[in-house]
């Protein structure tokens, strides 16, 4: 029995996925899922480099500001909610269009992902959080890839909820992290389709998109939120939003901000790269939709 058709859109942040996936979806007629862990936030708009309106009037999006910034969301509830949304556009007899960077968002769709089953542990989520605090970030990041080496091209270093996840999964179980997540059978067909650039224009284009942030009103959008939300907001791990409130907290300047912006997306780059040059069924293109479009319509002919 032959399985749906769904097509996937994937590569390092900045490289114009979200642009792409709109123009794919325009000319064969398909509607979008976002596969983004920070653009289920609402408000969160600026900083997630969100679709803008046009893009959204153009072309129907899921899972595009849905939770609050306080609100807990991990990959199974994502998996969960991103094939009811792709069972919905398959029945109303359009393409679904997954898009983004997050891997494991990506993986737990395409590769039908089963997560483990790990209670949370509140006192060591507590003790954890003392140790980041007292031996900083660094420490009890280096103390999980002791533990499971794989987990450094798995877990942001910089985003201590993902590291004490991680952590707390290894320490409870007793097994790896990064071994714990077992594939299933596919539930799709799909067409898996990667943009990379060379190093040094995604650089630039990283550069450009955090000035273009700013000139939008980062720093105002990432106020009201600290206002509403409080400094220690989850969702305010996310790079460009931490950055951002160390500034207002006068802990740097704002050069200075723009600045980590830049080295810790490039850094996340790197290791989104990573993750996606694995998997061995994805098709790569230099920018560019013609090759794109080739691609796709073979896929959707075959």
Known sequence: MN??????IVGPTASGKSDLAVKIAKKFNGEIISADSR?????MDIGTAKPGK???AAVKHYLIGIK??????????YKKDA?????????????PILVGGTGLYIDAVVKNLEFPKVKENKKLRVQLEKEISVKGLDFVFNKLVGLDPEAAYIVDPKNPRRVIRALEIALTSGKKFSEQRKTGKPLYNALEIGINFPSELLKRKIA?????MIRE????????MVKKYGLDCKAFDAIGYREIIDYLRGKISLTEAVELMNKNTWHYAKRQMTWFKRNKNIHWIFGGRERAFKLVTSFLKA
Do not use: C, F, H, M
């Not at 609050?68 to 509830?77: L, S």
């Open 3 to 8: 399985k749906d058709q769904i097509i996937v």
């Open 39 to 43: 653009q289920i936030y609402r408000e």
């Open 54 to 56: 046009k893009e959204l």
């Open 68 to 77: 609050n910034p306080n609100q807990d969301y991990a990959a199974g509830q």
């Open 83 to 95: 094939i009811r949304a792709i069972n919905k556009i398959i029945k109303s007899g359009k393409i």
């Open 208 to 212: 450009k998109r955090t000035k273009q």
């Open 217 to 224: 009103g980062l720093v105002e959008e990432v106020k009201k």
